[in-house]
């Protein structure tokens, strides 16, 4: 009897462990970053980031803003390199993170995005299509996906005026909606990488 208590007991354990088996690590953060899920693309695709949770589609300015109606994993849309993230950032919900594509058709690009974020990836850190790479949270001010500059400035920050719809906005909303996000006003004709002047 005993024997086969602590035989239950182990196995019990194992399965408690498995899930740790999932993380790449912490990144010196604490904060564990997850190894690519089973929703992941091959080497040279992207993912539709908001398959995961339950999102609406608001107003595109500087890039396009996205609300999701939980607390919802924040997924890199291909491979890519963390480029830096901040809890600090001057924006609305002081988060940012930006990310440069590493291969596809749009390898080199860099994507932010911004607002009312957690647990964000740490600069430096190489992620998987389909990683988790922080949490996007509820509630104003959501969070807002853009092109973005190496440095993370947003492409269209030098001429940007709030409520603006720039054209770096609409070329991030043509390049989500190529990957199956519906955007809340079609962004028109056009290229859906940052090819094109900012504002």
């Given amino acids: 009897m005993l024997k086969a208590v602590a035989g239950v007991i182990g196995l019990l ?3 408690v462990l498995v899930p740790s088996a999932a993380y790449a690590g ?9 190894e690519a899920e089973a929703g992941s693309a091959p080497e040279g695709r992207y993912v539709n980031p908001f398959l995961a949770g339950q999102w609406s589609t608001s107003r595109t300015d500087m890039g396009v803003d996205m609300m999701p109606i939980r607390s919802t994993p924040l997924l890199a849309i291909g491979d890519a ?9 001057s924006w ?26 957690g647990q964000l990836a ?20 959501w ?11 947003p492409r269209a920050y030098p001429c940007y005026h709030e409520g603006m719809e720039t054209n770096s906005g609409k070329e991030m909303a043509r390049f989500l909606a190529s ?14 990488r940052p090819a094109g002047r900012p504002c």
Avoid at 81 to 89: F, M, Q, V, Y
Avoid at 92 to 117: M, N, S
Avoid at 179 to 192: F, I, T
């Fill in 13 to 15: 354990a194992a399965l």
């Fill in 26 to 34: 912490t990144g010196g953060t604490g904060v564990p970053v997850p």
């Fill in 81 to 89: 390199k963390i480029l830096g993230s901040s809890g600090r950032a």
């Fill in 92 to 117: 609305p919900g002081g988060h940012f993170i930006w990310y440069r594509l590493l291969d596809g058709d749009h390898a080199g690009a860099v994507i932010y995005v911004a607002e009312h974020l």
């Fill in 122 to 141: 740490p600069a430096g850190t190489m992620v998987r299509a389909g990683q988790q790479i922080g949490v996007a949270l509820p509630g104003y001010p």
């Fill in 143 to 153: 969070t807002e996906w853009g092109w973005a500059t190496p440095g993370g400035q």
């Fill in 179 to 192: 990957l199956g996000s519906k955007p809340l006003r079609r962004p028109g004709p056009g290229p859906n």
